[in-house]
């Protein structure tokens, strides 16, 4: 199971809902190690276009101020309406929109009223509507400003615009704009895009059934050794990241195989894969701790927060011990989630017996010791290379 990035799930009332998001705390700390990576990239950015629409819109928009009692129809987010509402009317039904944010409220919209507005789009749409999603990016690379103004590359990137949908569907994107963005993500000036023009570089090696960002990570440190202590840190990290994921999922799923008896915890000792998953545990999260000491980050060092939130999983326990320990953490993280918290994905039956929710019950999974839990911007890089390909 990967947990690569937390995605959204229904809406759970406080404190009563499973929390489906990150179930061990994994996330924060792959996270600050992929930003140190590719500072300007996110794994949500699917569509490299996107860029062009954000450029157009600033300037679309220069000079019109925000209405302060319409803080919710901002003169870009009025853009981002039209735009998602274009790129829908113009797919129609079975149209293709992959990659586009806020699709399925827009259709909805059209359907009910006709057209898009603050109450039936996104509701945070400065997070997930294509202006939150890319604008870190776009800043990056001087497309746009802080405030969604024209930056200093917007007037070239725009020269290629025409009619709305045609002009910004995702999959059209043209010669010379492709060219533009293209000379753009290459370059290796003050804009801060770390490994991302090495990463692109890199891409014409791999094919799509065998891109994996372990290989990805191994040819990059090749290519630029400066990123070897980076990139150690991330494979130690996931090594450790990997252990308890594939440890959670195995006992997970023989847990689920009893019935309202419950699980005894200490059972899954015998498991050859839970074994092998929680072997010298201890060691790998030493491995992280030191790795993680040579990645600068400009909030909390890595290694303390590491320390904060795996401590217990720092000392030698028999595999027994670490399914109880492991048990525990996931009740600590999901209490951890709100104020209210979160319930855990098991009920208690007594103190070391387990009833594994239905919702959190899956088929048994091959564990994968060589593999990553988390992304770190290699995908989307991907995605921005075929499209601009």
Known sequence: ?????????????????????????????????????????????????????????????????????????????????????????????????????????????????????????????????????????????????????????AEELVDAWAELAQALAPSTCKAREKRFLRNLLHATDQRRLGALPAIWRLQSEFDDSEFREELLHDRLEQDDPSYRPLLSAIRSYEAFARSLQDAFDVMRTAAARRDVQGFAVHEIASCPNFEQSVSELHKRFEAAHQTLCN??????????????????????????????????????????????????????????????????????????????VHDYRGKPIRRFYMDLS
Not at 88 to 105: H, I
Not at 298 to 322: S, W, Y
């Open 1 to 153: 199971m990967s947990t690569s990035l937390p995605f959204l799930t229904s809406y759970d009332p406080p404190g009563t809902s499973e929390g489906t998001l990150d179930p061990l705390g994994l996330y924060q700390i792959a996270d600050q190690l992929a930003v140190q990576l590719v500072p300007a990239v996110r794994e949500r950015m699917q569509r490299i276009r996107f860029l062009t629409a954000m450029t157009v819109g600033s300037l679309v928009t220069e000079g019109l101020e925000d209405d302060p009692r319409h803080r919710d129809a901002s003169p870009g987010l009025v853009w981002e309406w039209l735009v998602v509402e274009a790129l829908v009317r113009e797919a129609g039904e079975n149209g293709d929109v992959r990659g586009v944010p806020g699709t399925l409220v827009t259709r909805r919209a059209l359907d009910q009223h006709g057209y898009l507005d603050a109450r039936s789009y996104l509701k945070t749409p400065r997070i997930f509507g294509f202006h939150g999603v890319y604008k870190r990016l776009a800043m990056h690379l001087g497309l746009v400003d802080v405030h969604l103004a024209p930056g200093p590359n």
């Open 295 to 372: 990645v600068t980050v400009a909030t909390v060092p890595l290694q303390d927060i590491l320390t904060a939130r795996f401590k217990a999983f720092g000392e030698p326990m028999n595999a027994g011990q670490c399914a109880i320990a492991l048990c525990s953490h996931h009740e600590v993280v999901q209490r951890g989630k709100s104020a209210e918290g979160k319930r855990s994905w098991f009920d208690r039956l007594g103190q070391d017996r387990i009833f594994v929710r239905h919702a959190y019950r899956e088929p048994t999974s091959d564990i994968q010791p060589s593999r990553y």
